[in-house]
């Protein structure tokens, strides 16, 4: 078996599964080497990736105009290839149980168009046992063929980080991982074709898989942790920023920062954990605790609001409030599990229908999502409080006085700005007279 061979001689294509804000630097990464089918069920997404648009902003449209990756969203069309990277989202159930359902239809459908010597590698984020447990036998019902003797499986969790340009696919250390000796050579020579900084072979499947739910609860716990001193350190009336920035003068300070935890990682894989642990008969402690922490986080920072209007003698329901900012974090259009809609449904059981703004979010995908119109910038005048969400360098540019043309006519200490992100420093909102609060 030398599928390697074959790809890189372009005898054999690879296929991804799956062309959001993973699979789509995948495909094109792989694409600048070798042949590559993008495949999407989402028949919109993939026309609009033929007219040369962006949808995820992850590699820009002058590269998606001119990629090679061959865009459909026909099934037949996966016959073609003989290497597959499954890379669909892996999200949670309303009770925060994981919702395989995105990674079990992939499966069905690639069930049915692999063949002998294929090679499938899963990329979505899962619990351990997964991939072995409920993929290969639906890949083997599916396909009426054997893992291990007609096609081989492998996992390799993706670690892309949506909106980061330092952090890129082809500089993060790749975790492999093989149902054999033979699979985990392919998929590591494979991999090597895109990835600079090499790949991370491991022993076994479950290692890989249970790699990639630890690394994200580990970051949880830790965000959880300056999560809860920020909430005590605000009934101190101490900054927690200015607390972090003493402490990092310390050689081992692990410089984690206070903030909302959404998007479809952090808020999300401790989840997975939590749910296998608990299927074994174990209850997570740590885990489930620091999760908790930071879905309050929503809430702690809704009542900061209402408390500063409070203080300044507004009447709460008739306040006028914007929020900037409804991606799940800076700089990327992912409006996936954004907790910044926790800060709006919270506001509204006060009678406020705050004005949200956000010009890389889809007012399109926005609307449909969570029912929320998104304004524009001209829209936000008279208003009495400024609530920035989400720390996008466009907002981070902006003078005092552009912030300033925001607000009502009314006095500095009425006009409230809540910095959520801790994007502007203490002695530039003293200086502005504004009533502030930080996270």
Same mark, same amino acid.
């Given at each position: 078996?030398?599928?390697?061979?074959?790809?890189?001689?372009?005898?054999?294509?690879?296929?991804?599964?799956?062309?959001?804000?993973?699979?789509?630097?995948?495909?094109?990464?792989?694409?600048?080497?070798?042949?590559?089918?993008?495949?999407?069920?989402?028949?919109?997404?993939? #026309?609009?990736? %033929? +007219?040369?648009?962006?949808? @995820?902003? !992850?590699?820009?449209?002058?590269? =998606?105009? /001119?990629?090679?990756?061959?865009?459909?969203?026909?099934?037949?069309?996966?016959?073609?290839?003989?290497?597959?990277?499954?890379?669909?989202?892996?999200?949670?159930?309303?009770?925060?149980?994981?919702?395989?359902?995105?990674?079990?239809?992939?499966?069905?459908?690639?069930?049915?168009?692999?063949?002998?010597?294929?090679?499938?590698?899963?990329?979505?984020?899962?619990?351990?046992?997964?991939?072995?447990?409920?993929?290969?036998?639906?890949?083997?019902?599916?396909?009426?063929?054997?893992?291990?003797?007609?096609?081989?499986?492998?996992?390799?969790?993706?670690?892309?980080?949506?909106?980061?340009?330092?952090?890129?696919? #082809?500089?993060? %250390? +790749?975790?492999?991982?093989? @149902?054999? !000796?033979?699979?985990?050579?392919? =998929?590591? /020579?494979?991999?090597?074709?895109?990835?600079?900084?090499?790949?991370?072979?491991?022993?076994?499947?479950?290692?890989?898989?249970?790699?990639?739910?630890?690394?994200?609860?580990?970051?949880?716990?830790?965000?959880?942790?300056?999560?809860?001193?920020?909430?005590?350190?605000?009934?101190?009336?101490?900054?927690?920023?200015?607390?972090?920035?003493?402490?990092?003068?310390?050689?081992?300070?692990?410089?984690?920062?206070?903030?909302?935890?959404?998007?479809?990682?952090?808020?999300?894989?401790?989840?997975?954990?939590?749910?296998?642990?608990?299927?074994?008969?174990?209850?997570?402690?740590?885990?489930?605790?620091?999760?908790?922490?930071?879905?309050?986080?929503?809430?702690?920072?809704?009542?900061?609001?209402?408390?500063?209007? =409070?203080?300044?003698?507004?009447?709460?329901?008739?306040?006028?409030?914007?929020?900037?900012?409804?991606?799940?974090?800076?700089?990327?259009?992912?409006?996936?599990?954004?907790?910044?809609?926790?800060?709006?449904?919270?506001?509204?059981?006060?009678?406020?229908?705050?004005?949200?703004?956000?010009?890389?979010?889809?007012?399109?995908?926005?609307?449909?999502?969570?029912?929320?119109?998104?304004?524009?910038?001209?829209?936000?005048?008279?208003?009495?409080?400024?609530?920035?969400?989400?720390?996008?360098?466009?907002?981070?540019?902006?003078?005092?006085?552009?912030?300033?043309?925001?607000?009502?006519?009314?006095?500095?200490?009425?006009?409230?700005?809540?910095?959520?992100?801790?994007?502007?420093?203490?002695?530039?909102?003293?200086?502005?007279?504004?009533?502030?609060?930080?996270?």
């Amino acid at each position: 078996m030398s599928l390697y061979k074959d790809i890189i001689e372009k005898k054999e294509a690879i296929a991804v599964i799956g062309l959001g804000y993973v699979g789509l630097p995948i495909a094109e990464s792989f694409a600048q080497k070798v042949r590559v089918i993008g495949f999407d069920t989402n028949k919109k997404k993939i #026309e609009l990736y %033929k +007219k040369g648009i962006d949808l @995820t902003n !992850e590699i820009g449209d002058d590269t =998606i105009k /001119n990629t090679k990756i061959e865009f459909t969203s026909d099934e037949d069309k996966l016959e073609e290839a003989k290497f597959f990277i499954i890379a669909v989202p892996t999200p949670i159930n309303l009770d925060k149980t994981p919702d395989l359902s995105p990674v079990i239809d992939a499966t069905k459908i690639l069930g049915t168009k692999i063949k002998e010597g294929s090679i499938v590698v899963y990329e979505s984020t899962v619990y351990p046992g997964v991939t072995e447990d409920i993929c290969i036998p639906i890949l083997e019902e599916e396909s009426k063929l054997r893992c291990g003797n007609d096609f081989k499986v492998g996992y390799s969790p993706e670690r892309i980080n949506p909106g980061d340009k330092v952090h890129r696919l #082809e500089n993060i %250390k +790749k975790i492999v991982s093989g @149902t054999d !000796e033979e699979a985990l050579e392919e =998929i590591t /020579n494979i991999y090597t074709l895109i990835i600079k900084a090499g790949v991370f072979p491991v022993s076994s499947i479950k290692v890989a898989e249970a790699a990639k739910v630890v690394e994200n609860s580990q970051r949880d716990i830790n965000i959880a942790f300056m999560n809860e001193l920020a909430i005590v350190f605000d009934y101190m009336g101490i900054d927690t920023n200015e607390v972090i920035e003493a402490m990092n003068t310390k050689w081992n300070a692990l410089n984690f920062r206070p903030g909302l935890v959404g998007g479809h990682c952090i808020g999300v894989d401790p989840y997975y954990f939590i749910y296998k642990a608990e299927n074994l008969g174990y209850h997570s402690q740590i885990i489930a605790s620091g999760r908790k922490i930071n879905d309050d986080m929503a809430s702690f920072v809704a009542d900061a609001i209402i408390k500063k209007l =409070i203080s300044t003698d507004k009447i709460v329901k008739k306040s006028k409030i914007a929020i900037l900012g409804i991606t799940f974090k800076e700089n990327c259009t992912d409006i996936r599990n954004s907790k910044i809609i926790d800060i709006i449904m919270k506001l509204k059981e006060y009678g406020i229908k705050p004005i949200v703004v956000d010009p890389l979010a889809s007012k399109e995908e926005v609307k449909k999502e969570y029912k929320i119109e998104l304004s524009d910038f001209n829209e936000l005048r008279e208003m009495d409080c400024l609530v920035f969400a989400v720390a996008h360098n466009l907002f981070k540019s902006f003078s005092f006085s552009k912030i300033d043309s925001m607000y009502g006519k009314i006095s500095p200490k009425e006009k409230i700005l809540i910095d959520i992100k801790g994007m502007f420093s203490i002695p530039d909102l003293e200086k502005s007279n504004y009533t502030y609060w930080r996270l």
